[in-house]
């Protein structure tokens, strides 16, 4: 595959380190966010990860950000979880149901924009230290 190619689509080899990626961003960002309330910086290594392990010929910016979108998910969980009784003072079913909406579509939104960029870094760092092809 010569370098003007388009990167592949191809979902299996996109998923794959995307669901990687996803796995360590959950593993770092879930304790970060019981205890501090702010795991959202480590959605960045997920993309990392995920651009450092998708092969050369697969957009590793696409596979961060799944990777962040994953690792976003049990976050975003726990966030309206934690939520549930500010959105309920709302006054009005629809609001809090709108801004539940709202809310979400932005963490993950923010998810898949952190690991996106995690994955040019991590794509970067693959090429300085050996990109490694999955067995």
Same mark, same amino acid.
Request: aromatic share 10%.
């Given at each position: 595959?010569?370098?003007?190619?388009?990167?592949?689509?191809?979902?299996?080899?996109?998923?794959?380190?995307?669901?990687?990626?996803?796995?360590?961003?959950?593993?770092?960002? +879930?304790?970060?966010? !019981?205890? /501090?309330?702010? *795991? %959202?910086?480590?959605?960045?290594?997920?993309?990392?990860?995920? &651009? #450092? $392990?998708?092969?050369?010929?697969?957009?590793?910016?696409?596979?961060?950000?799944?990777?962040?979108?994953?690792?976003?998910?049990?976050?975003?969980?726990?966030?309206?979880?934690?939520?549930?009784?500010?959105?309920?003072? +709302?006054?009005?079913? !629809?609001? /809090?149901?709108? *801004? %539940?909406?709202?809310?979400?579509?932005?963490?993950?939104?923010? &998810? #898949? $924009?952190?690991?996106?960029?995690?994955?040019?870094?991590?794509?970067?760092?693959?090429?300085?230290?050996?990109?490694?092809?999955?067995?």
């Amino acid at each position: 595959m010569s370098s003007t190619d388009p990167p592949s689509t191809d979902r299996a080899r996109l998923w794959r380190p995307a669901l990687v990626g996803g796995a360590v961003g959950v593993a770092l960002a +879930l304790p970060v966010y !019981a205890q /501090a309330g702010q *795991g %959202g910086p480590l959605l960045f290594v997920a993309g990392i990860v995920a &651009g #450092y $392990l998708a092969p050369e010929n697969v957009d590793a910016y696409a596979a961060g950000g799944r990777a962040g979108a994953v690792a976003t998910l049990p976050l975003l969980v726990w966030f309206l979880f934690d939520s549930t009784d500010w959105f309920a003072s +709302l006054g009005s079913t !629809a609001i /809090a149901v709108g *801004g %539940g909406v709202i809310a979400a579509t932005v963490i993950v939104a923010v &998810g #898949y $924009l952190a690991g996106g960029i995690g994955a040019g870094f991590g794509g970067w760092l693959a090429v300085q230290f050996g990109r490694k092809d999955p067995a």
